[in-house]
DNA sequence: GTTGGCACTCGGTAACATCGAGTGCCAGCC
DNA sequence: GGCTGGCACTCGATGTTACCGAGTGCCAAC
């Protein structure tokens, strides 16, 4: 544990590096106010800490750069409870006051507004289409022997599966399968493995069977929809073109940034740093987190994601407030 | 019009310049096999191909750079047509071989074939909503006074509106809307402004009026859905950060996207060059598009985006053989 | 324990020389 | 007349050197 001017200067290492960019020294974290000691104590001080790994020294006589760890200090213990200032406020209030249009357009728009608010990339995860319950299930013919399952479930979602069916197979036939699925099925979930009763007819059977089982497998990857906004200010936030390629790659590997999230959910974690997630391409980035609850359940997670230098407070703040605008909104219908 | 020599020159250049993205001397485009003359003369039409636009130096005694002329006329009348290696063949045959699942991801997922291709990004834009016709309307209701109106169109898409109903609204009279609903939607499009003929029963009418109307009107921006693959890949095709930030900017506004595309298509072009096509924020980009059919009928395009510095005969064949694999694939249902 | 002083380090910047790829031009050659 | 070798010239890239200054660690004094 730190005493507490350590904690303040390794706050004042934090809070300038983030805003800066540069390398710290003694004379800046000296001059700054509450630190109530000479550039001299404050250099012991920060040997200190560099030798404990919360700083380090990009070289010789250069000042210092927090480290992951020193990072990790600052989010848990160091910084107050950040907060948005007004402008940005005004933009998730104005955000949410014009926001309309359907489920995935809100995930969509809402990942924007992070990135815009923090000026770093958003992450929305939706809510799982496992969880929902099925209001509504049908099978309608298309051309040249495809049908297409189509499951309206409780939250707003549509699912839908193609189904390859003779070509002999007439509406009426179909009309039959729809009916017996949306008596059978209405009210479970999607993955619901519960057999669908016998109707006495066995090609209806086959083809109720066949529908039901359309959506219990789970596409090799899961169906979670992940809508990735500002990707642009990726670019902004590193300067090497290196780090920015390899970023972009792994937000375009969906399902990676998707269990990388649910392991940082599950492990309770609402900040995750540098090195600490284990992402080999992430490295260079922090990632903010926290779920949204609609009408009560935990519904989705948001992020956001930007450098290790990253504005912990304001992004803290920003998912806690979106996050929680975001349940209201989607509770709301 | 160039004559026989200097039109093998500035093809040397301009395939030199792609293939190394270094200023090209004359004694290179000399070493060049086809080129039988010696670096003075090259020399020579160098001068006159930089005075005519085609080239330009980036500083005296540096070698030729094409511009966006040049790379014009290179693809005009100088490239012979592109073909693909087998390598790259063999990815699109295993893509194609493997493409499973809905729509979208068959779009998703060709717009990073598009991409690990050319190795630039790749943009699939999906057939308009617009043209294909319903096969299935229902009205279902959600909670809280919410119902969803889900049409099931001809080409296997699912367009949904939310729709917000009276509390007292029952599922008999959601059963009737949609009753009624599918029987006089079916086989028109969903634009179609055609009146619902009216039930006797007011309350019906107005639930049906409404339903019909929630897809007329068109969201502010356009229905088409767009996918961006390989953005990643951006970042390696430039080595100016800003550049990248800014093309991803434009990437990200996907309704300017749509409508560079669609102005492109309309004005009968495959391939758009720099600063051709007036877009501010990718001016140091080139597009390569084609359409695809389904069916016979024009459905949607895709196409690659990368530097101006790009090779546009493999991106024509790439364009062209993932077009129309991606059509054939699509009339199969 | 804190601080001012001081010698030391070392990256960044600027000034300068050098190198070489590439050019334009010209006289000579076919 | 057109092509070519020769040549002086240009200028970015690279390397060298010097210097500055921000920053450090250490130490003696307060």
Redesign the pocket.
Same mark, same amino acid.
Do not use: K, Y
């Given at each position: 544990m730190l005493d507490e #001017?350590k904690a303040s200067i390794l706050r004042a290492v934090v809070e300038e590096y983030i805003a800066t960019a540069?390398?710290?020294?003694?004379? $800046?974290?000296?001059a700054a106010p509450r630190i109530?000691?000479?550039?001299?104590?404050?250099?012991?001080?920060?040997?200190y800490l560099?030798h404990e790994g919360y700083l380090v020294?990009? $070289?010789?006589?250069?000042? #210092?750069i927090p480290t992951d760890k020193g990072y990790r200090a600052f989010v848990d213990q160091l910084a107050g409870p950040g907060q948005l200032d007004t402008g940005r406020r005004q933009l998730v209030k104005d955000f949410f006051a014009r926001a309309h249009g359907e489920l995935e357009d809100m995930l969509k728009d809402t990942s924007r507004l992070l990135s815009s608010v923090t000026d770093y990339a958003g992450v929305v995860v939706g809510p799982p289409h496992e969880a929902a319950t099925i209001r509504s299930i049908q099978v309608v013919g298309l051309a040249h022997g495809v049908a297409l399952v189509v499951a309206v479930l409780s939250n707003g979602a549509v699912e839908k599966r193609t189904l390859e069916i003779a070509d002999d197979v007439g509406d009426e036939r179909l009309a039959a399968v729809t009916a017996h699925l949306s008596a059978h099925l209405a009210g479970r979930t999607l993955r619901d493995p519960a057999a669908v009763p016998s109707t006495g007819d066995a090609v209806t059977d086959a083809l109720s069977e066949r529908a039901a089982r359309a959506f219990a497998h789970d596409d090799g990857d899961d169906g979670d929809q992940v809508y990735v906004g500002g990707t642009a200010r990726i670019a902004s936030a590193f300067d090497a073109v290196d780090t920015v390629r390899e970023v972009l790659g792994a937000l375009e590997q969906q399902y990676v940034i998707v269990g990388l999230l649910r392991d940082l959910l599950d492990r309770g974690l609402s900040v995750s740093i540098g090195s600490e997630h284990g992402v080999q391409n992430l490295a260079e980035c922090s990632i903010v987190i926290a779920p949204y609850e609609v009408e009560g359940e935990q519904a989705g997670t948001i992020a956001v994601l930007g450098p290790t230098r990253m504005n912990y407070p304001q992004a803290l703040a920003a998912v806690a407030v979106v996050g929680s605008r975001l349940g209201q909104r989607l509770s709301e219908g």
């Open positions: #001017r540069q390398p710290v020294g003694s004379a $800046h974290v000296a109530g000691v000479s550039p001299a104590t404050v250099r012991n001080e920060m040997a560099e020294q990009p $070289h010789t006589s250069a000042g #210092r």
